[in-house]
């Protein structure tokens, strides 16, 4: 039985997300791994989120989590140039040191991994024949059991990812037969998903003129967020799978950062 009372390092818990999702695999820009605490700690109780957010390290805190594993890193894009209190990343930062949490994340190593994200996106959406899109590794294509109505697919795909809305460019007419993800913010990969032919496009953070398709292409924004909470239940199933006594809770903080009204 599962308690609190079983230990393991954090770098071994580190060690089994990586023989999923390799650290070698992440794009340049990323910094996937340890950004906060000691690896070499024994840890008791990991708390997994979407998003290291300072609500995420309170509730880890409160719930007596000495590990936060994320897909998002803590620490990427902006370098830390300072710490100070006041500032929101500065303070999450300095709640994890002061309570001894170790933070580690999988961010575009667990998108681009065979059975990772992009994989799970296909899966949910009942694709089948699905391959790698594009060389960067990051998408997939595949085809429908059967064709769909651009409307019907839409519905499909706020099921799929539990999303109460989203947003699309103008519907294609006909039936959708073969459909393009990727995880996250994955415009870049509009250009790749037409030349497959591909007839949709579904991914999160499609910015005002990428909405302006070429005729029988669509995309479907679903959101960031929504594209990528799969992730959470992916990196529990890898660390119970390799120490099922380990203790996993998964975050209940952990929110979309955007509102809808």
């Known amino acids: 039985m599962k308690t609190r009372q079983y230990k393991v390092k954090a770098s071994e818990i580190a060690e089994a997300i990586e023989e999923f999702a ?22 008791h109780c990991a708390l997994i989120a ?8 309170r509730e880890a805190v409160e719930k007596g989590c000495d590990m936060i594993v994320t897909h998002h890193p803590l620490i990427v894009h902006k370098p830390c140039l300072s710490i100070l ?21 999988s961010h575009t190593p667990l998108d681009k991994a065979q059975g990772g994200l992009n994989d799970i996106m296909a899966s949910r959406l009942g694709l089948s024949d699905v391959s790698v899109l594009g060389a960067d590794g990051f998408s997939r294509i595949g085809k429908l059991g059967r064709g769909v109505s651009a ?14 809305n989203v947003r699309t460019s103008a519907l294609v007419p006909g039936k959708i037969s073969t459909v393009a993800v990727s995880s996250g913010g994955g415009q870049g990969a509009i250009a790749d998903a037409v030349e497959a032919g591909a007839q949709v ?31 959470i239940g992916l990196l529990e199933h890898i660390i119970k799978k390799k120490f099922p006594k380990f203790a996993v809770l998964l975050s209940e903080a952990d929110k979309s950062p955007i509102f809808y009204f």
């Open 201 to 231: 496009l579904v991914t999160g953070d499609v910015t005002h003129h990428n909405f302006y398709c070429p005729d029988g292409f669509m995309v479907v924004d679903v959101g960031h967020h929504y594209s990528e909470l799969p992730a």
């Open 85 to 105: 209190e006041g500032d929101v990343r500065s303070d999450t930062i300095m709640l994890a040191i002061r309570s001894g949490i170790t933070v580690y994340s």
């Open 151 to 164: 409307t019907a697919f839409v519905e499909k795909v706020k099921k799929a990812f539990g999303a109460s």
């Open 22 to 43: 390799h650290l070698g695999l992440q794009a340049e820009w990323d910094n996937s791994g340890f950004t906060v605490g000691n690896p070499s700690a024994e840890v």
């Open 50 to 57: 979407l998003n290291c957010s300072l609500e995420v390290v």
